[in-house]
């Protein structure tokens, strides 16, 4: 992955019954995740900014579009992660978004944690890159 020393920019986006896991990573990290610059879809987002007091830019909800308008960002070159705490035991609305935003990580060799050990493994190194900056 290519880091550079600016503030980092993140998206993060979770499945229903994968949001507590999220809102836990995201607690566990809140201090460096306060440094970077924030985006998330809506729901997710949402819990965010409400429980953990981060800023966040939210986008719409995933089912309704929010995927796809953090894979415009990512497109343009606006996010460095994607943790991406999707649910595999739920079939979703919007597979098809879903696929969509991974599959543009893999285009444009963005990281995108999809689990909570990749998740951890990501922001550590991160964390590492920009306390040695
Ligand atoms: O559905 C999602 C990702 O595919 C997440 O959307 P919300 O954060 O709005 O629940």
Request: net charge negative.
């Amino acid at each position: 992955m290519t880091i550079t020393t600016a503030a980092p920019r993140i998206a993060l986006i979770a499945h229903d019954k994968k949001k507590d896991d999220m809102i836990s990573l995201a607690a566990e990290y809140r201090d460096f995740l306060q440094g970077c610059a924030l985006s998330a879809t809506g729901t997710t987002g949402g819990r965010l900014i409400n429980e953990l007091g981060l800023n966040v830019v939210r986008k719409h909800s995933g089912p309704v579009g929010g995927d796809l308008q953090i894979g415009s960002l990512l497109v343009d070159g606006l996010i460095d992660c994607v943790i991406f705490l999707r649910d595999p035991m739920t079939p979703q609305p919007h597979e098809p978004d879903i696929n969509a935003l991974v599959r543009a990580c893999d285009v444009h060799n963005i990281p995108c944690a999809t689990n909570v050990s990749t998740a951890r493994l990501v922001l550590s190194q991160l964390i590492s890159v920009h306390s040695a900056a």
